[in-house]
């Protein structure tokens, strides 16, 4: 879906106090009433709460919808993106947002800037999109879910992949710098380069499979296995910026990431291993072969005794970080988690570059039906709130007759506002 912040400005503070209020209900309701609107948004009347419903349904920000009890409202993607990025700005990280600069999987990456100019990335998660087109066949996890529980897992992802960038980070992994992060929203350092994927040429090829191959072996070391190392989640600096780093690439995607005690972490390592190797295969025509006769094994591939690590030779604990994290595999060993979260993220752990492609077309497809019912929602909204307005002037009526005739069937409620006894 795309994100639209052309009405973030012209929202008031009401307006916020309402979205958050409908964030804050759905967490216990399906479809949040506006009586609850109203009491956790904390406005003065009524009238206001409504008149702010009323303007974020129009925007798409919220959706009115009906089922066997109430009528009542949830939060549209598009009301969370504005949640989070709102919280940005009252935080100072972010200033505005740009052009969609990639898609994945299961998230969006925006240009953003700081008040100070600076250039950033935003990656907004949205979990939903494919993993549970994915395992909706086989799996029954979120079959009966909502929207908003797809909202509160991208919410996890994203409060994951920050928890793993910051901690690679300072220990000098070759990650993007984080900066900040709300609800679904990623805030990070924008790199100056290329997709792997899209290279056509390396200076020194060679030593580039070597230090990817060392970066899965120092990643492993550290009790971690990045589950999804490819060309698409590896982005080369241009060689101006690269002589300012130990390195010329940056890698980036974590939330999948696993311990190194996980039930299936050979094989994800050997994945990973196998994406590179497949990569150099294909774009430089380069397979190297182990070679008995060098005694090197710092490196991985020509020059080097091994041509690429094997995970019970190569990776040896030196540091927890699965532990500081809580990585999957390290921390189900030992508490037994098998949260919604490691099922959604283990269906990614399972998409491959066949996925990839096929994304934009899949999400044209659910953007028209998303816009179909987002249109009827409206239709219907307004043809509801037509009928509610003409009830509230008949009533007004009543009760200004009833003030001037000085009959007495007229109390007050809780919010002091008039209203008509029933005869």
Not at 25 to 38: K, M
Not at 161 to 177: R, S
Not at 296 to 303: A, H, K, L, Q, W
Not at 369 to 383: G, I, K, P, R, V
Request: glycine share 6%; with cysteine.
């Amino acid at each position: 879906m795309k994100l639209d912040t052309s009405h973030m400005r012209y929202l008031t503070a009401d307006d916020f106090s309402v979205l958050q209020a409908v964030e804050i209900g759905t967490r216990n309701h399906e479809l949040v009433p506006t009586s609850l609107i109203h009491h956790l948004g904390r406005l003065k009347s009524p009238t206001g709460t409504n008149r702010s419903i009323g303007d974020l349904a129009k925007l798409k920000l919220v959706s009115r919808l009906r089922n066997a009890k109430y009528d009542g409202f949830r939060l549209t993607f598009s009301g969370y993106d504005y949640l989070a990025l709102k919280s940005m700005l009252n935080r100072e990280s972010l200033y505005s947002v740009g052009n969609i600069i990639g898609v994945g999987k299961e998230s969006d990456i925006y240009a953003v800037s700081d008040p100070k100019g600076q250039q950033k990335v935003i990656k907004i998660h949205r979990l939903g999109r494919t993993s549970f087109r994915t395992v909706k066949n086989n799996r029954d996890y979120l079959q009966n879910r909502n929207t908003s529980n797809w909202m509160y897992l991208s919410r996890l992802a994203a409060n994951k992949e920050y928890e793993f960038m910051v901690i690679l980070y300072n220990n000098d992994f070759a990650v993007p710098e984080p900066f900040d992060y709300s609800r679904h929203c990623v805030m990070m350092e924008w790199i100056k380069g290329t997709p792997m994927k899209h290279l056509r040429k390396h200076k020194n090829p060679k030593r580039l499979y070597s230090d990817l191959m060392n970066f899965i072996v120092k990643l492993g070391n550290h009790g971690l296995i990045h589950c999804d190392f490819n060309e698409f989640n590896i982005i080369i600096r241009d060689d101006e910026e690269a002589k300012n780093f130990e390195f010329d690439f940056v890698v980036i995607d974590f939330p999948q990431c696993v311990s190194i005690e996980h039930v299936d972490a050979e094989s994800y390592f050997d994945r990973d291993v196998q994406g590179v190797k497949d990569f150099f295969a294909k774009k430089f025509r380069y397979s190297p072969e182990d070679d008995p006769t060098m005694f090197d094994t710092d490196g991985f591939g020509e020059g080097y005794k091994y041509a690429y690590p094997n995970f019970k030779r190569d990776v040896v604990r030196v540091k927890s970080l699965d532990n500081e994290v809580k990585a999957s595999g390290y921390a189900k060993k030992r508490t037994g988690e098998d949260s919604d979260l490691e099922k959604a993220v283990a269906a990614m752990r399972g998409l491959g570059e066949e996925d990839e492609e096929e994304l934009q077309e899949e999400e044209e497809e659910e953007e028209e039906e998303e816009d179909s019912e987002e249109d009827s929602d409206e239709d219907f909204y307004e043809e509801e709130e037509e009928e509610e307005e003409e009830e509230h002037e008949e009533e007004n009526e009543k009760i200004i007759e009833a003030l001037s005739s000085g009959v007495g069937k007229l109390k007050m409620d809780k919010l002091g506002n008039y209203i008509l006894e029933d005869e």
